[in-house]
Each structure stands twice: as C-alpha cells, then as structure tokens.
C-alpha cells in the first residue's frame, strides 16, 4: 500500500528557487516539473524540459533549480512493498518525459485533494490513485515508441483511431474505413499503427469480435448466427472456421459447454 507524505498539486515558488537536499529524504520523491529546471544528477548538470518527471529514491540528493518560473507538482511517499518499481518499469533517479504529463497532473491533483480533504477511506483512495499514477506513467514510458519524439500528434491521432476500431467493432471495418480515420494511405496506417501498438490492426480487431462473440454465445444463449452478426462478423462459414482454429471447438459446442 502507498502511503503519502507531503504532496502539492500546481505549486508555484519565488522564480530561480533552488531546492537543495544533498541526503536526499527518507522516503521517495514524485516530481512533475512544469517549468524547465536545471537538475543535478549523478555528479552532473542536466536540464529537464518543461514536462520532465523524475522519481527520486529515499537517500538520494535531491538539488534542482528553476530557470526562471518556479512551477511544479509533488509527493512524497513510501510503500510497504516497493516492487512496484519493477513492475511498472519506472525509471528512479532519472528525468524521463511521458508523452501526456498533463493526464498525469490530474492525478497529483485527486491526491492533493484527498489529502486535504481527508474523506472517509482517503488512504485507500490515495493507494488507488497512486496506483494508476504509476500504471499511466508506465504505459505513457513504454507504449510510446522510442524515437519518434517529434510525433506525438500522430501517436494521440492513432491512440483515437484505435480506440474507435475496438469499440464498434460490428461496424464492417476495411482497410480504408480504418485508415480514413487518420488522413493516411493504408500502407502508411497499418506500418504506423504497428509501430505505435506492436499489432495490426486486424488482428486485434478479430481478437475483440472473438471476446464479444464468445460473451454472445455463453451468457446472452445466441443462436451463432445472431451472435457473429453483433459481433461484427459478415461471413458465418469465415466465423465457424476462425473460432474453431481459435477455441479448439465450434460455436455451437462452445455455447453449450
């Protein structure tokens, strides 16, 4: 369970503010910097764009300074087990930028508020949002491709084509239907939409009419036919064939099993 200490959501100090802690703290330190700083890190300097993350350890120094405006958001944790450092995959002790910090401020900012506040169950509410901080920081960290900083636009364009694609899939997707979605030529979309989410985006598209037409089957008891139309397959021979190569058996042994 995550347990907060001192925590600040938009926090604005004088400008050019230096913040010096040469042991570090006890505990760790979650750090959203909204204005360029210069940071010290491993015997050098570093600059850290507006945007930049860091999360130190406990004993670890800690020494930044504002360029000029000095905004940032914090908190200061522990937790009682700290594997989620490799769970998640988070870099320590480094600056890294998610593509999105934003939709990751309004987490510090639930967090500020539950601090505050201190509603009933606040600590278990606080475990919960620290817990999708580090699973947002994580997906924001290793779902978005290496070297292709200058694409982000791109990246939010296809993250929203994707999202349409798997949630109507009885729609009678093509192609050209798919890549209309992002302005491009179907060569161009399918070698991004690879790139950015590691599979086409027919394989997951019958990945997600399978999941559906296998809920069709066994909970809602429909007839296969009526059950691969919702579930957007249009050729009921081409259904039987890719779900008996996929579930070992038929449609119809499936419903009854």
């Known amino acids: 369970m995550f347990h907060t200490g001192y925590c600040d959501y938009n926090r604005t100090n004088p400008d050019c503010d230096i913040i010096n802690r040469p042991e570090g703290t006890g505990d760790y330190l979650l750090l959203y910097f909204m204005t360029p700083m210069e940071v010290y890190l491993d015997g050098r300097t570093h600059m850290a764009k507006e945007g930049a993350f860091i999360l130190y350890t406990p004993g670890e120094p800690q020494m930044y300074q504002a360029l000029r405006r000095f905004k940032n958001s914090f908190v200061h944790f522990l937790c009682d087990d700290d594997s989620f450092i490799t769970t998640y995959e988070i870099p320590v002790n480094q600056i890294v930028y998610p593509p999105y910090p934003d939709t990751m401020n309004t987490l510090f900012k639930s967090i500020y508020m539950e601090s505050v506040t201190k509603q009933e169950y606040y600590q278990e509410q606080i475990d919960n949002l620290m817990q999708q901080m580090f699973i947002l920081l994580s997906r924001q960290l290793h779902t978005f491709p290496e070297g292709i900083d200058g694409r982000a636009d791109l990246f939010e364009q296809f993250r929203k084509a994707r999202i349409e694609i798997l949630t109507h899939i009885d729609r009678k997707w093509d192609a050209d239907s798919m890549a209309a979605l992002t302005n491009l030529g179907t060569s161009q979309f399918y070698s991004y939409y690879k790139l950015f989410f590691n599979r ?57 099993s």
């Open 200 to 256: 086409s985006p027919k394989s997951e598209l019958l990945d997600a009419r399978m999941e559906r037409s296998k809920y069709l089957l066994r909970v809602e008891r429909l007839p296969v036919g009526q059950a691969a139309v919702q579930a957007g397959f249009d050729s009921l021979p081409h259904f039987a064939r890719y779900f008996k190569k996929a579930c070992g058996m038929t449609p119809s042994e499936y419903g009854r």
